[in-house]
């Protein structure tokens, strides 16, 4: 298992965390939303899925990954 940390910005409510945390969960990776410090942990397999899928699957959900 890998674990990164990255910077999300524009994620402010209880809906914000259950969009990411669900659209990451749905690619077979877990994601921890930490508001306050506007960061997503993720633990994914590097075999099954890639960061740069993570990050775009968060873009997605309307979130800027800087």
Same mark, same amino acid.
């Given at each position: 298992m890998?674990t990164a940390t %990255?910077n999300?910005?524009g994620?402010?409510? +209880?809906h914000?965390?259950n969009?990411v945390?669900?659209?990451?969960?749905? %690619? +077979?990776?877990?994601? *921890?939303v930490d508001l306050a410090?506007?960061?997503v942990?993720?633990?994914?397999?590097?075999s099954?899925?890639s %960061?740069?899928?993570? *990050?775009?699957?968060?873009?997605?959900?309307?979130?800027d990954?800087?």
């Amino acid at each position: 298992m890998t674990t990164a940390t %990255l910077n999300v910005q524009g994620m402010s409510c +209880g809906h914000c965390v259950n969009s990411v945390e669900t659209a990451v969960k749905n %690619l +077979g990776a877990e994601a *921890k939303v930490d508001l306050a410090n506007h960061s997503v942990t993720v633990d994914f397999d590097e075999s099954k899925v890639s %960061l740069d899928v993570i *990050k775009e699957t968060i873009e997605e959900q309307g979130y800027d990954v800087v």
